[in-house]
């Protein structure tokens, strides 16, 4: 009988420890919530408001054939060695339906990675066709500009001003998207 009731007591005891154990872990996490800091919040609303502008004004140069000026710049939520952005071209449905319509089998994404601590990442589908060329080199459809440089955004987007151009002259879709490299 001794050893039954030992056990019994053994027993009681265990379970009032795992029950300590689990109230001390639920007042852990009521008290102390984990999550996104303010200042990852503050900065992911940042960063995706800034790729929404850029989203829009590239849609209007590509739609529209015209001119506009952006200044993508993330401030204090800077991370130039820890993100990297770019307009990607996916050619699967797969890829494209969780960011653009349903049954797209093509699409033009605009990509931000962030691979600090807390990494995250944004996608924005853009409406811009998918043969869409971002010329890296002067030429007639993309003359040189004093205090400017073109970039081909699908190798990468520095933050910075940008003029956005959409050549009339070329058969395909062709955005002229040059860097300011000086306070003019």
């Given at each position: 009988m001794k050893v039954d009731e030992k056990m019994k007591k053994a027993w009681v005891f265990g379970?009032?420890?795992?029950?300590l154990v689990a109230a001390l872990i639920f007042l852990r996490i009521i008290l102390f919530p984990t999550g996104p800091s303010p200042i990852l919040e503050r900065c992911y609303t940042q960063v995706n408001s800034k790729l929404e502008e850029m989203k829009a004004k590239l849609e209007i140069v590509a739609a529209e054939r015209t001119q506009e000026t952006i200044n993508f710049e993330f401030g204090e939520c800077?991370?130039?060695?820890?993100?990297?952005?770019?307009?990607?071209?996916?050619?699967?449905?797969?890829?494209?339906t969780p960011y653009c319509d349903m049954g797209k089998n093509a699409c033009e994404l605009l990509a931000y990675d962030y691979t600090g601590p807390n990494a995250f990442s944004i996608r924005k589908c853009l409406s811009i066709p998918t043969n869409t060329i971002f010329q890296s080199n002067t030429n007639e459809n993309c003359p040189e500009i004093?205090?400017?440089?073109?970039?081909?955004?699908?190798?990468?987007?520095?933050?910075?001003?940008?003029?956005?151009?959409?050549s009339a002259e070329s058969a395909n879709q062709l955005i002229c998207a040059y860097k300011v490299v000086d306070n003019e």
């Amino acid at each position: 009988m001794k050893v039954d009731e030992k056990m019994k007591k053994a027993w009681v005891f265990g379970m009032v420890i795992l029950l300590l154990v689990a109230a001390l872990i639920f007042l852990r996490i009521i008290l102390f919530p984990t999550g996104p800091s303010p200042i990852l919040e503050r900065c992911y609303t940042q960063v995706n408001s800034k790729l929404e502008e850029m989203k829009a004004k590239l849609e209007i140069v590509a739609a529209e054939r015209t001119q506009e000026t952006i200044n993508f710049e993330f401030g204090e939520c800077s991370n130039p060695g820890e993100e990297n952005i770019s307009i990607k071209t996916y050619l699967t449905e797969a890829l494209c339906t969780p960011y653009c319509d349903m049954g797209k089998n093509a699409c033009e994404l605009l990509a931000y990675d962030y691979t600090g601590p807390n990494a995250f990442s944004i996608r924005k589908c853009l409406s811009i066709p998918t043969n869409t060329i971002f010329q890296s080199n002067t030429n007639e459809n993309c003359p040189e500009i004093a205090g400017k440089s073109l970039v081909d955004f699908r190798e990468g987007i520095a933050q910075g001003t940008y003029y956005l151009a959409s050549s009339a002259e070329s058969a395909n879709q062709l955005i002229c998207a040059y860097k300011v490299v000086d306070n003019e």
